[in-house]
Antibody, heavy 121, light 109 residues
Framework: QVQLQESGPGLVKPSQTLSLTCTVSGGSISSRPYYWNWIRQHPGKGLEWIGYIHYSGSTYYNPSLKSRVTISADTSENQFSLKLTSVAAADTAVYYC?????????????WGLGTLVTVSS | SYELTQPPSLSVSPGQTASITCSADKLGNKYTSWYQQKPGQSPVLVIYQDKKRPSGIPERFSGSNSGNTATLTISGTQAIDEADYYCQAWDDYSAGGYVFGTGTKVTVL
């Protein structure tokens, strides 16, 4: 199993852009058949899928966030990243990166530890 | 959008069986996965493809999926099983992507 670790600012001001990076070890983000995902969890709430980047480079986003989300990959660094624009307090959450090795968009078998991002002025 | 509905909470005595349901339209036509999340920790995959266990997951965890309901069963529940549990599926009906259930808090007492 791969290992994932999130990194990025823990505090973002309202209306700014949230940027996080997930560093992958134990495998290449270019390896089939992986889907590389971002998932968030609001404090005390359930899990919300944000989007993925496929090993091929294709992306797919949650329709409710699609207008504000971009996920990209840096194969040279074996990382993938999340950008969420125009953030508000409602974007305060723990953000996880996770991998799906099923090749069929079926399950998340490896998760990062998560990073808390607070949106506040 | 496609919604997966779980009971908010469930209490079970040690050694007894806990059954957690996940309901949605025609869910039995999809593969469902289940995750365990303990406080302050990342979710852990405990069941995939409705009934398969990843390596390292105890045999007391089992799953099924038919009709409109998927079920995670914990047999001989132990205190260490106290956690939040989430079901998950891929929504190809409304192009919603991966969807998670609303979550069930299992209390062992």
């Amino acid at each position: 199993q791969v290992q994932l670790q999130e990194s990025g600012p823990g505090l973002v001001k309202p209306s700014q852009t949230l940027s996080l990076t997930c560093t992958v070890s134990g495998g290449s983000i270019s390896s089939r058949p992986y889907y590389w995902n971002w998932i968030r969890q609001h404090p005390g709430k359930g899990l919300e899928w944000i989007g993925y980047i496929h090993y091929s480079g294709s992306t797919y986003y949650n329709p409710s966030l699609k207008s504000r989300v971009t996920i990209s990959a840096d194969t040279s660094e074996n990382q993938f990243s999340l950008k969420l624009t125009s953030v508000a307090a409602a974007d305060t959450a723990v953000y996880y990166c996770a991998s799906d090795s099923s090749g069929r968009r079926e399950w998340f078998d490896s998760w990062g530890l998560g990073t808390l991002v607070t949106v506040s002025s | 959008s496609y919604e997966l509905t779980q009971p908010p909470s469930l209490s079970v005595s040690p050694g007894q069986t806990a059954s957690i349901t996940c309901s949605a339209d025609k869910l039995g036509n999809k593969y469902t996965s289940w995750y365990q999340q303990k406080p302050g920790q990342s979710p852990v995959l405990v069941i995939y493809q409705d009934k398969k266990r990843p390596s390292g997951i105890p045999e007391r965890f089992s799953g099924s999926n038919s009709g409109n309901t998927a079920t995670l069963t914990i047999s001989g529940t132990q205190a260490i099983d106290e956690a939040d549990y989430y079901c998950q599926a891929w929504d190809d009906y409304s192009a919603g992507g991966y969807v998670f259930g609303t979550g069930t808090k299992v209390t062992v007492l």
